[in-house]
Each structure stands twice: as structure tokens, then as C-alpha cells.
């Protein structure tokens, strides 16, 4: 599709209400209008349409002067995962993923800078960051992040390494985009992803990538850990093998 196809279809009020319940979604206690039209960059009418709108349509509730999502997004988002037929194939094979290592089994797409939990099966121990399904984490320091990365071409992956928010969440995360280029990289010659305490100190993750009938890479699944529990060398050595089995068991999904 050329450029002058995209910005004829582009519907912009859409654009800026997406943003806005994007930026409710951020705040689960609410905003006011005012806060709502700084947050968002738009005038308080602005805000104010956008915002009676989501009421009026039950996507959010209005109290006094605070705003906030509704569950009917709940509902939308359930009905969408719930036609995820590939993770509902995929989540036996994943919990016994975990129970064979007694750690928890994930799986992302790629959204954005980020990547979005689609299934998940909680390990056994206890891990201080709290993932869901709906979960976004930025992907440039996390292993699923850094494995889809590795499926783009190289000029979308250069568009991302220029216009992606990178900061450090740890002093262990790569935020050169020279040296993070060099890691995605890796990770695709390697065909798997190891992230060593870069998004949270005390948490480790390996990744590998579910591919299509096509070749191209349509998500990720990890193992993550605590550091104590695997070295790096271990999780290749022993968390590797079996997330590689899954991936072949969730890949012939798109063969039957």
C-alpha cells in the first residue's frame, strides 16, 4: 500500500481515541479531563469528546470528575484471545514446559516497541515482576523482544532501533543501539534469545521463536527465572532443549 493510499484511509479521530483509552489503561485509578488533555496532547474539548464518547459507548465510566475504563474492554479482549485458537493449542504443551522445569512459560507478540503477553503458565516460584496475559514489557530488553526483533527485516528493525524509547532499566541493559543491534543479531544466528538481568536484577529469560508455514516469525515463547536458581550456561544447557521441543510442537500446529 504507497503512502498516499495510507494517509487517504487514515482516520485520525480514531488514532487519538485509541491513545486515549491507551492512556486510561495506564492510570486503573482514573483521570480527570484535565489530566486526560495534558497526558494526551489534545485540548480539554478535545479530551472531553473523546473521553464522553468511551462513556457513552461503555468502554469507560465517568465518577464525579474522574474517568476510567470500563470492563466491557475485558469483554472485547476475551472474545479476541478466545479466537487465539494457536494458544489454546498451545498452553498444554506450555504447562508442561513448566512443570517439567518449575518455572513459568510464556509467550508474546510483537506490538510496537513492545511485546504483549498472549498465554502464560505461572512457574512454581515466586517472580517480583507481576505478568499477565495483556502484559506489555518494552522489547528491547526482554528474550521474547529480542527473538521477534530478530524475525523483522532489516529496515524494519532499523526503523525500530531508531525510533524505539531505550533506557536502563537495570545496569545491565543494553541501551547502545549499536551493541543491541549486535544482540538482536546474535539472537537470530543462534535462534534463540537469553536476557541476563536486564530488565529486572535477580531475573533471567530465554526465548525462542514460533514460526510459520512461511518462515516468518509470528511470536515467541520463554522460560524466565530467577538468577539464583540457573546460570546463563545452565539455561542453554538445560531450559533450552525443552523450549525447543515446544516450539516444534506448537509449529505443527500450522501444518495440520
Known amino acids: 500500500m504507497d503512502e498516499e493510499t495510507v494517509s487517504r484511509d487514515h482516520v485520525g479521530s480514531l488514532e487519538r481515541g ?11 485509578a482514573g483521570l480527570t479531563l484535565t489530566e486526560m488533555a495534558d497526558e494526551a496532547g489534545l485540548t480539554r474539548a478535545g479530551a472531553r469528546r473523546f473521553l464522553l464518547t468511551l462513556v457513552a459507548t461503555g ?16 469483554t472485547v479482549a476475551r472474545t ?3 479466537g487465539a485458537s494457536l494458544w489454546t493449542f498451545a498452553a498444554p504443551i506450555m504447562r508442561a514446559v513448566a512443570g517439567e522445569l518449575n518455572e513459568a512459560c510464556s509467550a508474546a507478540i510483537l506490538s510496537g516497541e513492545d ?10 516460584r515466586i517472580l517480583s515482576v507481576s505478568l499477565d496475559v495483556g502484559t506489555r514489557l518494552p522489547a528491547y530488553c526482554t528474550s521474547m523482544g529480542r527473538m521477534l526483533l530478530a524475525g523483522l527485516g532489516p529496515e524494519d528493525l532499523e526503523a525500530f532501533l531508531s525510533r524505539a524509547t531505550i533506557e536502563k532499566r537495570t545496569a ?13 543479531g546474535k539472537a537470530r544466528t543462534d535462534g534463540f534469545a537469553i536476557v541476563d538481568e536486564e530488565l529486572e536484577l535477580g531475573l533471567r529469560s530465554i526465548a525462542v521463536p514460533i514460526r510459520d508455514r512461511s518462515g516468518s516469525t509470528v511470536a515467541a515463547i520463554n522460560v524466565s527465572t530467577q538468577s539464583a536458581r540457573f546460570s546463563v550456561v545452565e ?8 523450549l525447543l521441543g515446544a516450539r516444534q510442537r506448537i509449529e505443527d500446529f500450522f501444518v495440520v
Open 59 to 74: 468502554y469507560a465510566t465517568q465518577s464525579a470528575r474522574v474517568f476510567s475504563l470500563s470492563p466491557r474492554l475485558l
Open 115 to 124: 511485546v504483549v503477553y498472549v498465554a502464560r503458565i505461572p512457574g512454581r
Open 18 to 28: 485509541l491513545g486515549v483509552m491507551e492512556i486510561l489503561a495506564r492510570h486503573p
Open 172 to 184: 545491565r541493559t543494553i541501551t547502545d543501539r549499536r551493541l543491541l543491534a549486535g544482540a538482536i
Open 80 to 82: 479476541w484471545l478466545g
Open 235 to 242: 539455561m542453554e544447557r538445560e531450559i533450552l532443549p525443552a
